[in-house]
């Protein structure tokens, strides 16, 4: 069983940063990023493998440039660096991680069985 614990979040106005990040208590396969709008499905922002094979950070569609994911292995960390913010990216943010195969690693939320608790992000206008 794998814990994760989230930190970083709040608010900000539009076009400032935030930085989040997630600590897991074990050894995973991949960790990643997630984020929830009100009333909408859960969606990914990246994810990498965090075997010593290594691999990504993979961004989801639109998320490169302005999200910036880092991954810290002596700490068994992985970080999200968020940049000119804007405020359709208010949501719960999710740091989520996995075990068994790599090839199994995506931004699909339903890959994932460990889960941290979540964390608020608001941008105001």
């Known amino acids: 069983q794998v814990q994760l614990v989230e930190s970083g979040g709040g608010s900000v106005q539009a076009g400032g940063s935030l930085r989040l990040s997630c600590a897991a208590s074990g050894p995973t396969t991949c960790m990643g990023w997630f984020r929830q709008r009100p009333g909408e499905e859960r969606e990914g922002v990246v994810y990498?493998?965090?075997?010593?094979?290594?691999?990504?950070?993979y961004y989801a569609n639109g998320m490169r440039g302005r999200f910036t994911a880092s991954r810290d292995s002596a700490k068994n960390t992985l970080d999200l660096q968020m940049d000119g913010l804007r405020p359709e990216d208010s949501a719960i943010y999710y740091c989520a991680a996995r075990e068994g195969r790599a090839s199994t690693c995506s931004w699909n939320f339903k890959q994932y069985n460990y889960w941290g608790q979540g964390t608020e992000v608001t941008v105001s206008s």
């Open positions: 990498l493998i965090t075997t010593t094979s290594g691999g990504g950070p």
